[in-house]
């Protein structure tokens, strides 16, 4: 089994920054993949930021240039680094861990960007 503890979201003005971590424990070897999905209301879950071992490092159109992913390996830790935040970004972020090609889901945090 494999733990994740999201923290960093928040409520923030248009054109703001904020940086979400998920941290892994438990059996956090094998990982193949770390990375981000939102969830705004109404929608579905949609993919962010991913970065995984053999595709490397994947962005939605609608974050590419505005937020980037990066991971620490010896703290088990995934980033997402948000700049130039926009009302539509407001969603419930959720970090996702792939290890041996099993998928594990945070709670979710919220992010609520206002105009």
């Known amino acids: 089994q494999v733990q994740l503890v999201e923290s960093g979201g928040g409520l923030v003005q248009s054109g703001g920054s904020l940086r979400l971590s998920c941290a892994a424990s438990g059996s956090p070897f094998n990982i193949n993949a770390m990375g981000w999905y939102r969830q705004a209301p109404g929608k579905e879950r949609e993919l962010v930021a991913l970065i995984s071992s053999g595709s490397g490092i994947t962005y939605a159109n609608s974050a590419k240039g505005r937020f980037t992913i990066s991971r620490d390996f010896a703290k088990n830790t995934v980033y997402l680094q948000m700049n130039s935040l926009k009302p539509e970004d407001t969603a419930v972020y959720y970090c996702?861990?792939?290890?041996?090609?099993?998928?594990?889901w945070g709670q979710g945090t919220q992010v609520t960007v206002s105009s």
């Open positions: 996702k861990v792939v290890r041996s090609d099993n998928p594990y």
